[in-house]
């Protein structure tokens, strides 16, 4: 049986071998959302994670590193730990049409995202 991130064996009432019990971090999807581009020139917004209370820590982890370009697993962990504790988290900066792309992103995956001026 091959568990997700979304619905870990845990939750399923199978035990699942240790190796699944850790974040499943597929491969990253930015290749939809392009690069991001340099700040020259460009106005830099802010992309703002927003905290809830229905998305799993390990869901927002993953989508950080697939949707943001650049997180790593470390910085995704850092990055959602700011936004559960704090109520929201920066999670890029980028010019408005790439900032626009991260937060479509995340909210694709469920979460809230909003943008500000830097």
Request: proline share 8%; hydrophobic share 40%.
């Amino acid at each position: 049986m091959i568990c997700s991130i979304d619905q870990p064996a845990s939750r399923t009432g199978i035990e699942a071998p240790p190796e699944l019990d850790r974040p499943i971090v597929p491969d990253r999807i930015p290749a939809s959302l392009g690069r991001p581009q340099d700040l020259v020139g460009a106005e830099p917004w802010l992309v703002v994670l927003w905290n809830d209370d229905h998305n799993t820590m390990d869901h927002v982890i993953t989508a950080l590193i697939k949707v943001i370009d650049g997180v790593d697993l470390n910085a995704a962990v850092q990055l959602m730990m700011t936004a559960h504790n704090q109520g929201s988290a920066y999670v890029a900066t980028a010019p408005r049409e790439q900032a626009e792309l991260y937060r479509e992103g995340l909210e694709r995956f469920g979460l809230t995202a909003t943008l500000e001026r830097s």
